[in-house]
């Protein structure tokens, strides 16, 4: 039973490809029915305090507010959110674009007399204080970091506008609708068939903190179909998820809304770990992962064997391999395990539902990677070791890769969910190495910076791997994955830092990249 919590935020969705978009920023999913049938998955969001809830309800604005009603009631969440996909009604509005809503419109409301339809709408805005965390927190860039899926060539921007709601999918630029969305609501940026169910119902209930938050997946014009087919639905979608995941990412459970129930830990709680002299006593919860030192240096299998070259694109990779060794998969394991890797990744958001993967398997691994695009720098490996494997490319330009001190941890969390998830048997413990390849090219940054002008690289060969000379039991990583996450990103940083050279090289676009 499912039991309210003030460190709880729902995510409402219409469509299955807007409740995977938000599914794959979560981890340690589990599920839950009410007895009416509506059912909820529950997770952690990586780097918070948030359990996040997400529901499919299916399109319409009166399954919205039955259902926003209903869940409202069921989970007493601290605040809920609207999250998917919508037309663009605004020259400007383009496609993956994210617009904020700060006001929805149920646009169906009016009056038809015989010489003209007179429209009477009602309108809600948004929640105050949901609507300056998303100002605060999609001011700059550095939200599209969280976008789970191919990175579009133009970065999406965010809208802060009206939403229009009605039970209608628009897709003509001149017909007797868009007229009157021109005239009646003209401040309206996009369109959608959720909200006004969705908004109408949070404004019924007692102080709900709600937002909508939408991509742009087609221009309402009549090219509706060229759009879907051009992959702009999962595209938007993973666009409105990233924005969704950052606003939430910004609040804290005990200021952020309203009706928020009492911190978590309790004074009698706090009283039980407190020594006389007043300073809380450390608990178990406390401490980081407990780290165990290995008597014998772990062998990683690195992926530039074959997988890669110096000229690709500079990606991190993180492998986990089993502690002690010995057990090995079945070679007839293996050439199963290609399907397999191709459906988790892509439920992750890892691999997109549009991009070819090319796929392999023989006695020693089965492998996963993206087709034609440097030479595999997206990619899930299992071996028959039992290593798990997986690499992405960093954040990057036209200078070079970003080693962002507050993405890396990130970054890192999302590949080791995703490697916890493979359908391959856990082992008692495992070492984690992790590394750059190639990192000539490499630079220390934020990702709010891209694009930039110059860069600056340390003087280093072209690898940058940290050997494993630790094991954690898999237990501990499952249960402090975000930990494990950040101390990894600290020690690739402390190596990066350390160059093999003394001297540095800086780069200004125009000037050679060798020095």
């Known amino acids: 039973m499912v039991q309210p919590n003030n460190a709880r935020v729902v995510v409402l969705t219409a469509l299955p490809l807007e409740y995977q978009a938000v599914r ?22 990586p780097g918070t305090p948030w359990r996040v809830a997400i529901a499919e309800i299916g399109e319409g604005n009166t399954n919205a ?60 805005d948004a929640s105050h204080r949901l609507d300056q965390a998303a100002r605060h927190a999609l001011r700059s860039a550095e939200w599209t970091s969280h976008i789970r899926s191919q990175r579009p060539p133009r970065p999406p921007a965010v809208h802060l506008k009206p939403i229009a709601s009605g039970d209608v999918v628009l897709n003509s630029a001149d017909s007797t609708l868009s007229a009157q969305l021109h005239h009646t609501y003209n401040d309206a940026v996009a369109i959608e068939m959720e909200s006004a169910g ?62 928020a129930y009492p911190a978590a830990s309790s004074a009698e709680a706090d009283t039980a770990h407190t020594p006389h002299n007043g300073e809380k006593r450390p608990t178990d919860d406390d401490w980081g992962p407990q780290w165990e030192l290995m008597a014998h240096a772990v062998e990683v299998s690195w992926r530039r064997a074959g997988h890669n070259s110096p000229s690709s694109a500079s990606a991190l990779e993180i492998h986990l391999v089993p502690v002690p060794s010995g057990h090995r998969i079945e070679v007839r394991k293996l050439a199963q395990l290609g399907d397999q890797l191709i459906g988790t990744g892509r439920e992750d958001g890892f691999f997109t539902l549009s991009e070819q993967l090319d796929t392999a398997a023989d006695d020693q691994h089965a492998l996963v990677t993206t087709a034609g695009r440097g030479q595999g720098t997206t990619g899930l490996a299992v071996l028959r070791t039992g290593q798990r494997s997986a690499w992405q490319p ?32 856990d082992p008692p413990s495992v070492a984690l190495g992790i590394g750059i390849d190639p990192a ?41 994955s975000d930990s494990v996450a950040e101390e990894l990103a600290a020690r690739l940083l402390a190596s990066f830092r350390t160059p093999r050279r003394s001297s540095r090289r800086s780069v200004s676009r125009g000037s050679p990249t060798t020095g």
């Open 394 to 425: 960093l954040p990057h330009d036209g200078m070079g890769a970003v080693l962002d001190p507050v993405e890396l941890p990130r970054q890192i969390a999302r590949l080791l969910a995703l490697l916890i998830r493979l359908p391959v048997p």
């Open 198 to 259: 969705f908004a109408r119902a949070a404004h019924l209930a007692d102080q709900l903190q709600s937002l909508t938050i939408r991509g742009i997946s087609d221009k309402a014009d009549g090219l509706k179909h060229t759009a879907d087919a051009g992959g702009s639905q999962p595209q938007a979608a993973a666009h409105a998820a990233a924005a969704a995941i950052t606003v939430i990412t910004a609040l804290t459970p005990s200021t952020s809304t309203s009706n």
């Open 24 to 45: 794959v920023h979560l981890t340690n999913l589990v599920s839950s029915e009410h007895e009416t049938g509506t059912r909820i998955e529950e997770g952690s969001l």
């Open 440 to 480: 000539t090219t490499v630079s220390e940054d934020t990702v709010s910076r891209l694009p930039r002008s110059t860069a600056q690289y340390p003087m280093r060969h072209d690898l940058l791997r940290v050997h494993p000379d630790e094991s954690l039991t898999m237990k501990e990583l499952r249960a402090k």
């Open 65 to 124: 507010a039955a259902l926003t009603e209903r869940i409202n009631s069921w989970l007493k969440p601290a605040a809920l959110l609207f999250v998917g996909v919508a037309g663009g009604l605004k020259d400007g509005v383009e496609l993956g674009d994210v617009v904020v809503a700060t006001k929805i419109y149920a646009y169906q409301g009016g009056k038809q007399d015989p010489a003209q339809f007179l429209a009477r709408p009602n309108a809600w």
